[in-house]
């Protein structure tokens, strides 16, 4: 591996002009195709195998043109205060904008809130539930501004209107904090390089690679029915690793120069050390990524593909565009502990031969490994406990900012209707099989009638051949609380009864229901996605580093600084500790998917740090130091680049906190935290701390196993006995 990175770094080096020629030509190709193609909302939500799905597909099957799973509107309506809307005037205007929203394009249906019974009980407030023959993702925008012209008329005349449900989805804004991290991570960058022209390429190079992907995401989005978060995705996670690898190759380019080597040959051995672990890391993360389409959720699996594919972009530009651009930088980027004359280059030392800080913390943890291990656990112990609080759901419209028309229509439709009126449920019954379906109908609205938690049933409504039926539930609850959960298994558990009694099959579906069935979904598939995220990653790293307890170690530690993040995430979001400083406008349960999505995304991330600062620990035993200084060797080389790569992590995740879209803020708080737990308290303190507790039996690895594991080289020896021949070589010619 390494040997094979060293000759592709070389001939980056050399034909620079060709392989810079070539990134860019693929970064115009793709911006190309992203402008040409359609714009995509947000991502059709399907969930095969669930019961809510089951009930959608029914519904397609029986009722053709219902289009259940169909975008919706629910317009409502206001008076003003000491005004009815069932006054003359606004009932009017009501109908005249009904009218207005029936006749719009790719509507369906749009409900007169006074036959429907729609209206409020103090007579002020009304909606009309408008159904659209597409999916939220393929609305026209004539669609959507023929709604929004429809609810401006009204306004006009004099009613308050707000719009919820998933016609009018809400485009997510990073708004400035987005720059801001990488503004910080420039910052880093130039501290830790000191030269303006070293800090300039990683965020180059890492703006090129997520302009691909991001691009490439975009002209795909419409055929491929990815949703915007995707592409937010990968501009989180491809900004992160695209910076972070290239400053290790950079890194490593400096540190190879300060040894004396040729520029060239420098940019090879980078590429051969440094790159061998960008490669693993990259893999690393990709198998994290790509295994959550383990879960079987669409959504989530093009959520991760999207994302994997622009790490693998990140590291290939970082092996191969990194060396070009360093041939074209020259003398500009200097050696290790070199700094520009801008940045106080040429400057005499104050102090010299003292050790760097990573030095000084390495073996401050070497000597008192017990009480640094203790002292680390504790804390990230501590940060978990209120991960055993924990309540899953999925965002709906009350998690909107208070800004947005789909939170108003939320707050106004809970103070007229109750909150349950915001997420209705859906109750499909089959009647085919049933010798009476109306009999067996009318069964199910009695017991459910019956049923805790409900304030209304509705009368059915039948298909033409009579044999299925659909009834719509009112909850006393809102649609992300435990009780809502509750009825919808009673409901079910009542369904399971009737059809001993019936015959009859019933459904239970809506978003509600569907938002329910994710949840459980993803708590199923949690621990078989860990198990074979970490298996896998686990027999990578046993190739990786020539040992069984590392690599151990290495997933034990990751568990502490996930479950620390998420007692995080819930303290914030659920608990509402420092909501005001973060912007969270409303708490509740925490995102259905955020606990896989951590543990796929994180120990991806974590195993970055775990490759690029054990390699180094691992290096220097192989060329035989003892195993408490090679802990040591390790932090001096790699200390100050982890740490940095870890800050303009954080700064970049953190960037994205700013976001309107709740979902987004809380992946990016959730992925900032967890890359500070893991790489200040896991990474930092006890790796050094149970490395130096284990001495050599860290590196321990059974023979029949080191014979069977390939030979990946990442510590570059064959490159240092590749030398040694050539100078022996040389020695004979000269002699």
């Known amino acids: 591996m390494a040997t094979f990175l060293y000759k592709a770094g070389r001939l980056a080096f050399r034909r620079r002009h060709f392989v810079v020629l070539i990134w860019v030509a693929l970064l115009t190709l793709a911006g190309v195709g992203a402008a040409s193609a359609p714009t995509a909302g947000s991502s059709s939500f399907s969930i095969p195998g669930t019961e809510a799905q089951k009930a959608f597909d029914l519904l397609d099957e029986r009722f053709p043109g219902m289009n259940a799973d169909g975008a919706t509107a629910r317009v409502v309506f ?95 804004e990073t708004g400035a904090t987005e720059v801001v991290g990488i503004a910080i991570a420039a910052v880093v960058l130039v501290v830790t390089f000191g030269s303006l022209v070293a800090a300039g390429l990683p965020l180059l190079t890492a703006l090129i690679g997520v302009g691909i992907g991001v691009s490439t995401i975009t002209a795909l989005a419409s055929a491929l029915d990815l949703g915007s978060t995707t592409s937010t995705l990968a501009t989180m996670i491809g900004l992160a690793v695209g910076i972070d690898y290239a400053l290790f190759i950079v890194s490593r380019y400096r540190a190879e120069l300060a040894e004396g080597r040729e520029r060239e040959e420098a940019a090879g051995r980078a590429a051969g050390t440094a790159g061998s672990a960008v490669v693993f890391a990259g893999l690393t993360v990709v198998i994290a990524l790509v295994g959550l389409s383990v879960v079987n959720i669409p959504m989530l699996t093009k959520m991760g593909l999207a994302a994997a594919g622009t790490v693998v972009v990140a590291v290939l530009i970082a092996l191969t565009m990194i060396p070009a651009l360093l041939g074209y930088a020259g003398r500009r980027v200097r050696p290790a502990g070199e700094k520009s004359r801008l940045l106080g280059g040429g400057r005499t030392p104050g102090r010299t031969g003292r050790p760097n800080l990573g030095t000084r913390w390495a073996s401050f943890v070497v000597r ?56 209705p449920l859906m109750l499909v019954v089959d009647a085919k099989a049933s010798d009476d379906p109306k009999a067996a109908v009318t069964t199910v609205a009695d017991q459910v009638k019956g049923l805790k938690d409900v304030v209304t049933v509705t009368p059915a409504t039948y298909n033409k051949a ?95 600084s996930v479950m620390a993040a998420l007692g995080a995430v819930v303290a914030v979001f659920q608990w509402g500790w420092l909501s005001g400083l973060l912007g969270v406008e409303q708490t509740g349960p925490v995102m259905s998917m955020m606990p896989i999505f951590m543990v796929g995304v994180v120990f991806g991330l974590a195993m970055d740090y775990e490759v690029f600062l054990v390699t180094r620990m691992r290096e220097a035993y192989v060329h035989g130091e003892k195993p408490a200084q090679a802990v040591v060797t390790g932090f001096r080389h790699g200390a100050r680049v982890v740490t940095a790569a870890a800050v303009i992590m954080i700064a970049v995740f953190s960037g994205f906190i700013g976001s309107s879209e709740s979902m987004v803020k809380m992946i990016g708080f959730g992925l900032a935290i967890a890359v500070f737990f893991d790489a200040f308290v896991v990474r930092m303190a006890l790796v050094p701390a149970v490395l130096a507790l284990l001495g050599r039996k860290a590196w321990w690895l059974p023979r029949w196993l080191d014979r069977a594991l390939p030979d990946v080289d990442v510590e570059g020896e064959g490159l240092r006995t590749g030398a040694a021949r050539d100078d022996e070589d040389q020695e004979l010619v000269r002699a």
């Not at 108003?408 to 915001?422: I, Q, T, V």
């Not at 809506?510 to 686990?538: C, H, R």
């Open 78 to 172: 206001a008076a003003p205060k000491g005004e009815k809307i069932t006054d003359a005037a606004h009932r009017a205007t009501v109908r005249k904008t009904v009218e207005e929203l029936a006749d719009g394009s790719e509507v369906v249906s749009a409900a007169d809130p006074f036959t429907a019974r729609a209206v409020s009980g103090d007579g002020r407030t009304a909606y009309s539930q408008v159904r659209y023959e597409v999916s939220g993702m393929e609305l026209e925008d004539s669609a959507k501004d023929a709604l929004q012209r429809a609810a401006q008329d009204a306004r006009d005349a004099g009613l308050t209107v707000e719009i919820g449900g998933d016609a009018l989805s809400a485009v997510p």
């Open 368 to 423: 008192r490994p017990i009480a640094v291990l203790l002292l680390g656990v504790v804390g990230l112990g501590a940060a978990a406990l209120p991960a055993s609080s924990l309540e899953l759901g999925l965002p709906d419209d009350g998690a909107q900012p208070v800004s947005t028309t789909q939170r108003r229509a939320y707050d106004l439709l809970s103070e007229g209707f109750g909150p349950g009126s915001n997420g």
């Open 466 to 560: 009579g044999d299925t039926a659909v009834i719509t539930v009112v909850p006393d609850s809102k649609p992300s609380s435990a009780t809502t959960e509750d009825l919808v298994h009673s409901i079910r558990g009542a369904g399971d009864r009737i059809t001993a009694e019936t015959d009859a099959k019933v459904l239970v579906t809506g978003s509600t229901a569907m938002n329910i069935d994710v949840s459980q979904k993803l708590n199923d598939a949690l621990f078989p996605y860990l198990a074979l995220v970490v298996g896998l990653a686990f027999l990578l790293l046993i190739a990786v580093f020539r040992s069984v307890l590392v690599p151990l170690k290495a997933a034990l530690g990751f568990l502490l």
